[in-house]
């Protein structure tokens, strides 16, 4: 088994016209790695993988591939495989046939063909389905080919674009364990294209947040959450997304020093405590189940706070609320990038710290 | 009751188109073979029950297979080669290519041309002496040629002209149908490894394979149907060199007013093109991938 290579952008930029898709980028992919590329529609991520697999040219800037520099090389000579969104299965071909395209392609004898094929077909529960054409599977089952097309010829790098976004939620849990099993166990470098947080977040070792053609932030999914380096990357990460509030809602803790920064809170951090510093007013609440979501006012903010059990509230209450200084986050809205001021957390904190 | 009114309407509705094809296909089509058992009818000699003599004479008509024979190579001859040329083409104008608009209008302006018209303007190249063919091969000091008046090379002739028609026709069904092929398809195939021709040849050609059949029987319905250049380019001469089935029922029919023999060759040609369609769709059904 071919373990698994690096992936190296530098400087990618990629433009058609006057219509700008990647401004730059600087990527670091580890080799052997589960690297998820998320962000919203549009945000330039399929654009990345497409330039990783070579079937968009750049505009300017080198793609390596372990050491070696792929820019103008074809997706055949890069040495990777792809699963695409729609699979892109063969339709006239069978299953045992679009499993071994790549390897027919490659010439590869008779018999090591089919003993691979016969592995992965093991592997992927795919073996009574060979003779069938893709149409007569279901999606699953589709899409469990494409996974078997894609390891078959054992290829040190593998692209997903998006690959369970056709399949109902049931299915697409099953499968996001399978392939996160998968690439563990093959050891392959993993692209993973998503715009689905919860995706990144449990199947990546590494998350590459992008937005509007640029990486917000490349960290593990722990740290994004944690520590998200940009105010669009602490709103993207986490269900329901931070609160970022101006200094105006903290009241008289906050004094007009602390003017031009956003403050970050999210809402399941925020706990109920009559001693607290930071006070706001119930507007409504949803009873969720496990917990309780209250939408509040913080001096004209709004504010998002999720409660823990069933904790029933009414409209024009006052709630007090403490925080603990490593749950607050402050941005500068001028340069965009987090701050450390350790001050400013304190007061928000309050009589806690 | 309810469903006795439902029949009514269902024939009601199907009785307009019912009675068009009747009228105009079916009937004239039995017509046609019963015509073909009696004499033609002339001056005070009414027609009478001939049986089979009209067969008769066809097997001993050697105009009759100088024709069939025409006719098959013009159909080996013009068949396959549109056929190519219509994919080469199609594949040529779906790539991204400048002035793409205006290759698919030129490729495909030969099909909205009557056949008569092209049959002239092929008349302008192929015209000894100071034809366009001509002119060009005598800027090299070569002969003068006479594509259609050698009974060796008018066949060629008429057949060039058809397959210079039928390409542009077949094109734009091909093109329609690369249209429908998911361009993920091909980056998935170049992914793994496989180059144009792989591409084409194990992805591209099995998925147009629906319109490869639907192409061909067109192509040979054609190749029996098509005699309007003849009129124009040969007039089938010389010597029948160029004469293909169907001219030759119109000249029995039309020239020599022999109306019972003409309805004894449509017969075989209804009967050849049955068994062709039929032949082809059972031929192709094994290979053919239908969505």
């Known amino acids: ?353 | 009751m309810q469903r006795t009114r439902q029949w009514i309407h269902a024939w009601l509705l199907l009785l307009p188109a019912f009675v068009f094809l009747l009228a105009f296909t079916h009937v004239p089509a039995i017509t046609t073979l019963w015509n073909s058992f009696w004499t033609t009818a002339r001056g005070r000699r009414p027609s009478r029950w001939a049986g089979l003599d009209n067969y008769d004479t066809l097997i001993a008509d050697p105009v009759f297979w100088k024709v069939l024979v025409n006719n098959i190579w013009f159909a080996i001859g013009t068949i396959p080669t549109s056929i190519v040329i219509a994919l080469v083409m199609a594949v040529w104008v779906n790539q991204k290519l400048a002035g793409r608009g205006f290759v698919r209008m030129a490729y495909f302006t030969p099909t909205v041309l009557p056949m008569i018209a092209v049959a002239n303007i092929w008349m302008f190249f192929y015209t000894p002496g100071f034809g366009l063919i001509d002119q060009i091969t005598g800027l090299f000091g070569m002969a003068q040629s006479n594509i259609l008046g050698q009974s060796d090379t008018a066949l060629v002739g008429v057949m060039i002209v058809t397959i210079w028609k039928e390409a542009g026709f077949f094109m734009i069904f091909y093109l329609a149908a690369l249209q429908t092929i998911p361009p993920s398809l091909i980056e998935a195939a170049r992914i793994e490894g496989a180059g144009p021709w792989t591409i084409f040849r194990r992805v591209t050609f099995p998925l147009l394979m629906p319109t490869t059949l639907f192409v061909s029987v067109n192509a040979v319905v054609n190749s029996f149907r098509m005699v309007d250049h003849i009129f124009i380019l040969t007039g089938g001469g010389p010597d029948n060199a160029s004469s293909l089935l169907l001219f030759y029922i119109y000249e029995v029919a039309f020239r020599f007013w022999d109306t019972a023999y003409a309805a004894t060759l449509t017969v075989v040609l209804l009967a050849i093109l049955a068994a062709l369609a039929i032949g082809q769709f059972f031929f192709f059904d094994r290979k053919v991938h239908y969505k």
């Open chain 1, 1 to 353: 088994m071919d373990q698994g290579k690096s992936i190296t952008l530098q400087n990618v930029r990629k433009a058609w016209g006057e219509t700008v898709s990647l401004r730059g980028i600087d990527l670091e992919i580890l080799a052997g790695q589960f690297t998820a590329i998320l962000g919203p529609s549009g945000c330039g991520k399929s654009t990345s993988l497409r330039v990783i697999a070579g079937l968009e040219d750049v505009t300017s800037g080198r793609v390596l591939i372990g050491d070696q520099d792929v820019t103008a090389m074809s997706p055949a000579q890069r040495n990777l495989s792809m699963v695409f969104q729609s699979y892109a299965l063969f339709p006239h071909l069978s299953v045992a046939e679009n499993i071994v395209f790549g390897l027919k392609v490659a010439r590869m004898q008779r018999q090591e063909r089919l003993a691979r094929l016969a592995e992965v077909a093991e592997l992927l529960e795919l073996t009574p389905y060979l003779d069938r054409k893709p149409a007569a599977l279901s999606g699953g089952q589709q899409q469990r080919v494409a996974l078997g097309r894609a390891v078959v010829s054992r290829r040190p790098v593998c692209l997903m674009d998006e690959p369970l976004s056709n399949l109902d939620a049931r299915l697409r849990d099953e499968m996001r364990r399978e392939i996160r099993k998968l690439q563990q166990a093959l050891g392959f470098t993993m692209v993973y294209v998503t715009h689905d947080q919860t995706e990144a977040i449990t199947m990546a070792d590494q998350v590459v947040l992008m937005n509007q053609g640029q990486i917000e932030q490349v960290a593990t999914p722990q740290q994004i959450y944690a520590a998200p380096a940009t105010p669009f990357a602490a709103r993207f990460i986490g269900t329901p997304p931070m609160n970022l509030l101006p200094p105006s809602a903290f009241g008289a803790l906050l004094d007009k020093r602390s003017e031009g920064v956003q403050i970050g809170v999210r809402p399941e951090v925020l706990s109920e405590d009559r001693h607290g510093a930071f006070a706001a007013t119930v507007r409504s609440a949803e009873f969720l189940g496990a917990d309780t979501l209250v939408e509040l006012d913080a001096n004209g903010a709004p504010l998002l706070a999720k409660l823990a059990g069933n904790r029933s509230v009414l409209p024009g209450e006052e709630l007090r609320f403490s925080v603990a200084p490593s749950d607050i986050h402050v941005f500068d809205v001028a340069s965009n990038g987090r701050l450390d001021d350790p001050a400013l957390v304190a007061r928000i904190a309050g009589a806690q710290a």
